[in-house]
């Protein structure tokens, strides 16, 4: 039993480690698509972090929505940029030393407030099932807004891609598919 905790401790370390680097990595890549994977591996490893802390709503709902928000923010960059951001190399960084000095600042701040800040007893103790009490207070009335919203936010990423599509795969002559449409700017189809 001993060995498990070693085990599951020296994860949670590896899993902390692995989201500050990918965190650290959406400022050092080069494009923006790879800065969004390397934020939802640092997300999931977070949310994955929330689960060895035993609350299982809270884990599976950071990993659930970090995954999609990122797969939307894919979609939508390559849908709407006009080129392929996972392979055109561009700074992820804007206004460098103000950016430190608010990153650092906010530390500070943050820190300080740690250690002056008087913490609040504890009064009363927690209800019997934890992870019941916090997915109510945290989604309660809105259980039902998100549930709606997922299949419509799913929809519009479908639709989004159907649209910004120049052509589908059918705009081809007949069951030749290895020959081109008469638009096609590209002289000389496969086929001919």
């Known amino acids: 039993?001993?060995?498990?905790?070693?085990?599951?401790?020296?994860?949670?370390?590896?899993?902390g480690v692995v989201a500050v680097l990918s965190g650290a990595a959406v400022f050092v890549v080069d494009?923006?698509?790879?800065?969004?994977?390397?934020?939802a591996v640092s997300f999931v490893a977070v949310g994955v972090q929330v689960l060895f802390l035993q609350q299982s709503?809270?884990?599976v709902v950071v990993i659930l929505m970090m995954v999609m928000e990122m797969a939307v923010m894919a979609v939508y960059m390559v849908m709407f940029m006009g080129m392929n951001p996972?392979?055109?190399?561009?700074?992820?960084?804007?206004?460098?030393?103000?950016?430190?000095?608010?990153a650092v600042l906010t530390f500070l701040l943050l820190a300080a407030g740690i250690l002056v800040v008087d913490w609040p007893a504890?009064?009363?103790?927690?209800p019997p099932e934890v992870t019941e009490a916090l997915g109510e207070a945290l989604m309660g009335p809105q259980m039902l807004v998100m549930?709606?919203?997922?299949?419509?936010?799913?929809?519009?990423?479908?639709?989004?891609?159907?649209?910004?599509?120049?052509?589908t795969r059918y705009d081809r002559f007949g069951d030749d598919l290895r020959q081109r449409p008469p638009d096609d700017p590209q002289p000389g189809g496969v086929g001919r």
């Open 86 to 102: 996972a392979l055109m190399p561009m700074s992820m960084v804007h206004s460098n030393r103000t950016a430190v000095a608010t």
């Open 1 to 15: 039993m001993e060995v498990l905790t070693v085990l599951v401790d020296i994860a949670f370390v590896a899993l």
């Open 122 to 126: 504890r009064r009363g103790s927690p």
């Open 57 to 59: 709503y809270v884990g």
């Open 147 to 167: 549930a709606v919203i997922s299949p419509v936010m799913v929809a519009t990423i479908v639709a989004g891609v159907v649209l910004a599509a120049p052509r």
């Open 31 to 39: 494009s923006m698509a790879r800065a969004t994977y390397a934020l």
